[in-house]
């Protein structure tokens, strides 16, 4: 048997990745040097992904309420790395 199929067989290749960095339903942050302009802006975690890490957020609207609209510039997908450094941004 090659090396390769017994790597896979072994318990090596099953170990999953794990983050480090956990966040609160409701925890707030602000991105600013986002490559993409309607990235930028305050956001809030309303959810997590069923994907490990991933976070669903939505915008934080001037009056402080959620907007509730589906629309890409409104709901976005972010790593648990990229709201990370988001916080440690405003530190």
Do not use: P
Not at 17 to 34: M, P, S, T
Not at 60 to 85: C, D, P, Q, W
């Amino acid at each position: 048997m090659s090396l390769s199929k017994r790597f896979y067989e072994s318990d090596a290749s099953s170990e999953k990745v794990k983050y480090a960095h956990k966040f609160e339903l409701g925890q707030r942050f602000i991105i600013n040097d986002h490559d993409t302009k309607a990235t930028n802006g305050h956001w809030e975690v309303t959810s997590e992904s069923n994907l490990e890490g991933n976070y669903y957020c939505n915008r934080v609207l001037k009056n402080g309420n959620l907007s509730m609209s589906a629309t890409r510039s409104n709901f976005r997908v972010f790593t648990a790395n990229e709201i990370h450094k988001a916080l440690e941004y405003i530190r």
